[in-house]
Nanobody, 115 residues
Framework: QVQLVESGGGVLQAGGSLRLSCAASGTIFSINVMAWYRQALGKQREWVARITNVGFTNYKDSVKGRFTISRDNAKNMVYLQMNNLKPEDTAVYYC?????????WGQGTQVTVSS
């Protein structure tokens, strides 16, 4: 089994920065894709960024240039550095792992950005 635990969320003003972390434990295969999703209140969950095991990255257009996803394969960690945060970034942020045809989710961490 796989467990994902997020941390690093918080409350801050627009323009600030946060770094989210996700610790993966259990059976983690060397080939996988890790990602961050978010879900704002009353909205559907949306993809934010992904990173492959070899470091290829993709971003949602609205976060390009502000967010950076990275990972430490030795520690089974994935990070999301969020800069210049905006009120519309307010959401619960979820860590996601895809491997061997299966998907796993963390429980989420709240990020609240005030104007």
């Amino acid at each position: 089994q796989v467990q994902l635990v997020e941390s690093g969320g918080g409350v801050l003003q627009a323009g600030g920065s946060l770094r989210l972390s996700c610790a993966a434990s259990g059976t983690i295969f060397s080939i996988n894709v890790m990602a961050w999703y978010r879900q704002a209140l009353g909205k559907q969950r949306e993809w934010v960024a992904r990173i492959t095991n070899v470091g290829f990255t993709n971003y949602k257009d609205s976060v390009k240039g502000r967010f950076t996803i990275s990972r430490d394969n030795a520690k089974n960690m994935v990070y999301l550095q969020m800069n210049n945060l905006k009120p519309e970034d307010t959401a619960v942020y979820y860590c996601h792992l895809a491997q061997e045809g299966r998907e796993y989710w963390g429980q989420g961490t709240q990020v609240t950005v005030s104007s």
